[in-house]
Protein backbone atom coordinates (compact mmCIF):
# COMPACT_ATOMS: atom_id res chain seq x y z
CA UNK A 1 0.00 0.00 0.00
CA UNK A 2 1.24 3.72 -0.65
CA UNK A 3 2.56 5.33 2.12
CA UNK A 4 1.15 8.89 3.09
CA UNK A 5 3.11 11.44 2.84
CA UNK A 6 3.27 15.19 3.89
CA UNK A 7 3.40 16.98 0.17
CA UNK A 8 -0.08 14.79 -0.18
CA UNK A 9 -1.38 15.64 2.93
CA UNK A 10 -0.88 19.52 1.91
CA UNK A 11 -2.09 19.29 -1.19
CA UNK A 12 -5.43 17.05 -0.41
CA UNK A 13 -5.87 19.68 2.29
CA UNK A 14 -6.41 22.48 0.06
CA UNK A 15 -8.34 21.10 -2.30
CA UNK A 16 -10.83 19.97 0.63
CA UNK A 17 -10.48 23.62 2.16
CA UNK A 18 -11.37 25.07 -1.14
CA UNK A 19 -14.19 22.78 -1.65
CA UNK A 20 -15.41 23.51 1.84
CA UNK A 21 -15.39 27.52 0.80
CA UNK A 22 -16.96 27.22 -2.04
CA UNK A 23 -20.04 24.78 -0.57
CA UNK A 24 -20.68 27.25 2.67
CA UNK A 25 -19.39 30.67 0.94
CA UNK A 26 -19.51 31.90 4.57
CA UNK A 27 -16.35 33.46 5.91
CA UNK A 28 -16.95 33.39 9.80
CA UNK A 29 -14.18 32.12 12.37
CA UNK A 30 -16.49 29.06 13.91
CA UNK A 31 -17.07 27.97 10.18
CA UNK A 32 -13.56 28.24 8.63
CA UNK A 33 -12.22 26.47 11.99
CA UNK A 34 -14.89 23.56 11.55
CA UNK A 35 -13.32 23.76 7.90
CA UNK A 36 -9.79 23.52 9.10
CA UNK A 37 -9.93 20.67 11.23
CA UNK A 38 -12.39 18.64 8.96
CA UNK A 39 -10.44 19.08 6.37
CA UNK A 40 -7.46 17.87 7.62
CA UNK A 41 -8.92 14.93 9.27
CA UNK A 42 -9.88 13.79 5.41
CA UNK A 43 -6.85 14.66 4.43
CA UNK A 44 -4.84 12.52 6.40
CA UNK A 45 -7.12 9.17 5.92
CA UNK A 46 -7.46 9.67 1.81
CA UNK A 47 -4.41 11.92 0.67
CA UNK A 48 -2.72 8.04 -0.19
CA UNK A 49 -5.53 7.31 -2.58
CA UNK A 50 -5.72 11.12 -4.23
CA UNK A 51 -2.42 11.90 -5.02
CA UNK A 52 0.03 8.81 -6.71
CA UNK A 53 2.02 11.26 -8.36
CA UNK A 54 4.09 14.37 -7.79
CA UNK A 55 2.25 16.36 -5.45
CA UNK A 56 2.62 20.00 -6.27
CA UNK A 57 2.73 19.29 -10.14
CA UNK A 58 0.34 22.31 -10.84
CA UNK A 59 2.98 24.62 -9.18
CA UNK A 60 4.93 24.95 -12.19
CA UNK A 61 2.67 28.10 -13.76
CA UNK A 62 3.45 26.68 -17.84
CA UNK A 63 1.66 23.65 -16.73
CA UNK A 64 -1.05 25.18 -14.97
CA UNK A 65 -1.33 27.57 -18.19
CA UNK A 66 -1.52 24.42 -19.79
CA UNK A 67 -3.72 23.29 -18.16
CA UNK A 68 -5.99 26.12 -17.79
CA UNK A 69 -5.94 26.46 -21.72
CA UNK A 70 -6.85 22.90 -22.69
CA UNK A 71 -9.54 22.87 -19.98
CA UNK A 72 -11.63 26.26 -21.26
CA UNK A 73 -10.16 26.58 -25.19
CA UNK A 74 -9.44 23.33 -26.68
CA UNK A 75 -11.82 20.76 -24.75
CA UNK A 76 -15.01 23.03 -25.26
CA UNK A 77 -14.37 23.61 -29.13
CA UNK A 78 -14.41 19.78 -29.14
CA UNK A 79 -17.25 19.52 -27.27
CA UNK A 80 -19.76 22.05 -29.23
CA UNK A 81 -18.10 20.27 -32.63
CA UNK A 82 -19.39 16.73 -31.34
CA UNK A 83 -22.59 18.10 -30.09
CA UNK A 84 -23.69 19.59 -32.85
CA UNK A 85 -22.56 16.71 -35.45
CA UNK A 86 -25.26 14.49 -32.38
CA UNK A 87 -27.72 16.31 -32.83
CA UNK A 88 -27.77 16.69 -36.37
CA UNK A 89 -27.43 12.68 -36.46
CA UNK A 90 -30.88 13.22 -33.62
CA UNK A 91 -32.99 15.30 -35.78
CA UNK A 92 -32.51 13.46 -39.40
CA UNK A 93 -33.76 10.12 -37.51
CA UNK A 94 -30.87 8.42 -36.32
CA UNK A 95 -30.68 6.69 -39.33
CA UNK A 96 -27.02 7.92 -40.41
CA UNK A 97 -24.86 5.46 -37.80
CA UNK A 98 -22.44 2.84 -38.24
CA UNK A 99 -21.36 1.65 -34.34
CA UNK A 100 -18.42 -0.66 -33.75
CA UNK A 101 -15.33 -0.78 -31.31
CA UNK A 102 -12.28 -0.09 -32.15
CA UNK A 103 -8.81 -0.26 -30.90
CA UNK A 104 -6.39 3.08 -30.23
CA UNK A 105 -3.05 3.34 -29.10
CA UNK A 106 -2.42 6.16 -26.61
CA UNK A 107 1.07 7.78 -25.86
CA UNK A 108 0.24 9.83 -22.01
CA UNK A 109 2.44 8.14 -19.78
CA UNK A 110 1.35 9.32 -16.15
CA UNK A 111 -2.15 7.84 -14.78
CA UNK A 112 -3.47 11.77 -14.62
CA UNK A 113 -3.04 11.86 -18.01
CA UNK A 114 -4.65 9.23 -19.64
CA UNK A 115 -7.76 9.07 -16.21
CA UNK A 116 -8.03 12.63 -17.96
CA UNK A 117 -8.01 11.93 -22.02
CA UNK A 118 -10.63 8.90 -21.27
CA UNK A 119 -12.74 11.02 -19.41
CA UNK A 120 -12.64 13.72 -22.27
CA UNK A 121 -13.28 11.44 -25.09
CA UNK A 122 -16.36 10.08 -22.64
CA UNK A 123 -17.34 13.22 -22.38
CA UNK A 124 -17.65 14.03 -26.04
CA UNK A 125 -20.92 12.75 -27.64
CA UNK A 126 -20.52 9.81 -29.89
CA UNK A 127 -17.55 8.80 -27.87
CA UNK A 128 -17.30 6.46 -25.17
CA UNK A 129 -14.20 4.79 -23.21
CA UNK A 130 -14.79 1.27 -22.47
CA UNK A 131 -11.85 -0.57 -21.22
CA UNK A 132 -7.97 0.21 -21.09
CA UNK A 133 -5.46 -2.31 -21.03
CA UNK A 134 -1.88 -2.35 -21.43
CA UNK A 135 0.40 -4.56 -23.80
CA UNK A 136 4.03 -4.36 -24.05
CA UNK A 137 4.16 -1.06 -23.17
CA UNK A 138 1.62 0.58 -25.09
CA UNK A 139 -1.44 1.65 -23.58
CA UNK A 140 -4.60 0.99 -25.83
CA UNK A 141 -8.02 2.31 -25.45
CA UNK A 142 -11.29 0.51 -26.36
CA UNK A 143 -13.46 2.98 -27.64
CA UNK A 144 -17.22 2.57 -28.51
CA UNK A 145 -17.70 4.82 -31.66
CA UNK A 146 -21.05 6.09 -33.19
CA UNK A 147 -19.80 6.38 -36.42
CA UNK A 148 -16.34 4.27 -37.70
CA UNK A 149 -14.79 6.06 -40.32
CA UNK A 150 -11.63 4.31 -40.19
CA UNK A 151 -9.89 1.09 -39.01
CA UNK A 152 -8.49 0.45 -35.54
CA UNK A 153 -4.90 1.62 -34.83
CA UNK A 154 -3.67 4.95 -35.76
CA UNK A 155 -5.68 7.03 -38.09
CA UNK A 156 -8.88 6.29 -35.38
CA UNK A 157 -6.95 7.08 -33.09
CA UNK A 158 -5.94 10.58 -34.69
CA UNK A 159 -9.65 11.02 -35.85
CA UNK A 160 -11.01 10.11 -32.09
CA UNK A 161 -8.75 12.64 -30.00
CA UNK A 162 -5.91 13.71 -31.73
CA UNK A 163 -6.26 17.37 -30.98
CA UNK A 164 -7.16 16.37 -27.17
CA UNK A 165 -3.77 14.41 -26.84
CA UNK A 166 -2.03 16.58 -28.51
CA UNK A 167 -3.29 19.66 -25.65
CA UNK A 168 -2.94 16.79 -22.74
CA UNK A 169 1.13 15.71 -23.56
CA UNK A 170 1.63 19.81 -22.84
CA UNK A 171 -0.17 19.62 -19.33
CA UNK A 172 1.18 16.31 -18.32
CA UNK A 173 4.43 15.15 -19.97
CA UNK B 1 -31.35 43.86 -20.04
CA UNK B 2 -28.44 42.66 -23.14
CA UNK B 3 -27.59 40.34 -20.20
CA UNK B 4 -31.60 38.94 -19.13
CA UNK B 5 -31.54 38.54 -23.35
CA UNK B 6 -28.12 36.34 -23.75
CA UNK B 7 -28.93 34.76 -20.60
CA UNK B 8 -32.37 33.33 -22.03
CA UNK B 9 -30.93 32.26 -25.39
CA UNK B 10 -27.92 30.04 -23.61
CA UNK B 11 -30.63 29.00 -21.73
CA UNK B 12 -32.90 27.85 -24.94
CA UNK B 13 -29.73 26.27 -26.88
CA UNK B 14 -29.45 23.91 -23.52
CA UNK B 15 -32.93 22.94 -23.95
CA UNK B 16 -32.24 22.49 -28.16
CA UNK B 17 -29.40 19.74 -27.24
CA UNK B 18 -31.65 18.42 -24.20
CA UNK B 19 -34.20 17.76 -27.00
CA UNK B 20 -31.79 16.31 -29.11
CA UNK B 21 -30.53 13.43 -26.85
CA UNK B 22 -34.08 12.63 -25.62
CA UNK B 23 -35.02 11.98 -29.47
CA UNK B 24 -31.58 9.60 -29.54
CA UNK B 25 -32.21 7.99 -26.54
CA UNK B 26 -35.81 7.24 -27.61
CA UNK B 27 -35.09 6.54 -31.72
CA UNK B 28 -31.07 5.00 -31.75
CA UNK B 29 -31.23 1.13 -32.48
CA UNK B 30 -29.08 -0.74 -29.59
CA UNK B 31 -27.75 0.66 -26.18
CA UNK B 32 -24.51 1.86 -26.81
CA UNK B 33 -25.92 3.83 -29.27
CA UNK B 34 -28.59 5.37 -27.13
CA UNK B 35 -25.83 6.18 -24.05
CA UNK B 36 -23.57 7.94 -27.04
CA UNK B 37 -27.05 9.92 -27.74
CA UNK B 38 -27.49 10.42 -24.33
CA UNK B 39 -24.30 12.43 -23.80
CA UNK B 40 -25.41 15.61 -25.47
CA UNK B 41 -27.81 16.41 -22.59
CA UNK B 42 -25.04 16.60 -19.31
CA UNK B 43 -22.43 18.44 -21.87
CA UNK B 44 -24.15 20.74 -23.62
CA UNK B 45 -27.71 20.56 -22.35
CA UNK B 46 -26.39 21.11 -19.01
CA UNK B 47 -24.14 23.69 -19.61
CA UNK B 48 -26.46 26.02 -21.67
CA UNK B 49 -28.71 26.19 -19.29
CA UNK B 50 -25.94 26.46 -16.23
CA UNK B 51 -24.45 29.25 -18.19
CA UNK B 52 -27.97 31.11 -18.53
CA UNK B 53 -28.47 30.78 -14.83
CA UNK B 54 -25.04 31.89 -13.96
CA UNK B 55 -25.36 35.47 -15.73
CA UNK B 56 -28.39 35.69 -14.48
CA UNK B 57 -27.88 34.83 -10.98
CA UNK B 58 -24.09 37.37 -11.08
CA UNK B 59 -26.06 40.63 -13.25
CA UNK B 60 -29.63 40.27 -12.57
CA UNK B 61 -29.73 38.69 -8.81
CA UNK B 62 -26.07 40.31 -7.60
CA UNK B 63 -26.11 37.16 -5.78
CA UNK B 64 -22.66 35.61 -5.19
CA UNK B 65 -23.45 32.64 -3.23
CA UNK B 66 -25.77 31.18 -5.79
CA UNK B 67 -23.29 32.14 -9.02
CA UNK B 68 -20.96 29.74 -6.93
CA UNK B 69 -22.75 26.73 -6.03
CA UNK B 70 -24.44 27.04 -9.75
CA UNK B 71 -20.59 26.93 -11.08
CA UNK B 72 -19.92 23.78 -8.39
CA UNK B 73 -23.40 21.67 -9.53
CA UNK B 74 -21.89 22.39 -13.31
CA UNK B 75 -18.53 21.30 -12.18
CA UNK B 76 -19.67 18.33 -10.64
CA UNK B 77 -21.69 17.26 -13.28
CA UNK B 78 -19.07 17.56 -15.81
CA UNK B 79 -16.75 15.16 -13.72
CA UNK B 80 -18.78 12.48 -12.58
CA UNK B 81 -20.45 11.79 -15.95
CA UNK B 82 -18.28 10.44 -17.73
CA UNK B 83 -17.20 8.13 -14.74
CA UNK B 84 -20.92 6.44 -14.77
CA UNK B 85 -20.80 6.60 -18.76
CA UNK B 86 -17.94 4.67 -18.56
CA UNK B 87 -19.27 1.58 -15.77
CA UNK B 88 -22.28 1.59 -17.27
CA UNK B 89 -21.29 1.05 -20.92
CA UNK B 90 -18.44 -1.83 -19.74
CA UNK B 91 -21.13 -3.28 -17.62
CA UNK B 92 -23.21 -3.93 -19.95
CA UNK B 93 -20.47 -5.13 -22.85
CA UNK B 94 -19.55 -8.23 -19.86
CA UNK B 95 -23.50 -9.04 -19.06
CA UNK B 96 -23.58 -10.04 -22.57
CA UNK B 97 -26.01 -7.70 -24.02
CA UNK B 98 -24.80 -6.88 -27.91
CA UNK B 99 -26.72 -4.96 -30.79
CA UNK B 100 -29.18 -6.61 -32.73
CA UNK B 101 -27.32 -5.51 -35.51
CA UNK B 102 -23.94 -6.93 -35.41
CA UNK B 103 -21.11 -4.30 -35.40
CA UNK B 104 -19.04 -4.03 -37.82
CA UNK B 105 -16.37 -3.42 -36.42
CA UNK B 106 -15.75 -4.70 -32.53
CA UNK B 107 -11.77 -5.56 -31.12
CA UNK B 108 -13.28 -5.77 -27.48
CA UNK B 109 -15.17 -9.20 -27.88
CA UNK B 110 -12.25 -10.17 -30.46
CA UNK B 111 -9.83 -9.30 -27.99
CA UNK B 112 -11.00 -9.89 -24.33
CA UNK B 113 -14.52 -11.82 -24.13
CA UNK B 114 -13.70 -14.71 -26.38
Known sequence: MRKTTIPAVVTTFVVCFAFWLLLTWSFATQELIAGAVISLAVALFSARFFIHEKAFWFCNPVKFFNGLFYWLCIFPVELVKANVDMAKRCFGGCKKINPGIVKVPVDLKSDYGQAALANSITLTPGTITMEITEEEGQTYYYIHWIDVTAPSGKEAGDAIKGTLEKGLRRVWE | ?114
Not at chain 2, 2 to 15: E, F, H, M, P, S
Open chain 2, 1 to 114: MTVRIIADVLIAIGAIFALAGTIGILKMPDPYSRMQASTCIPTLGMLGAMLGALLIAIFCKEDAGTAVKIAVIALLILVTNPLGSHAIAKGAYKAGIRPEKKMDVDDLGRDLYE
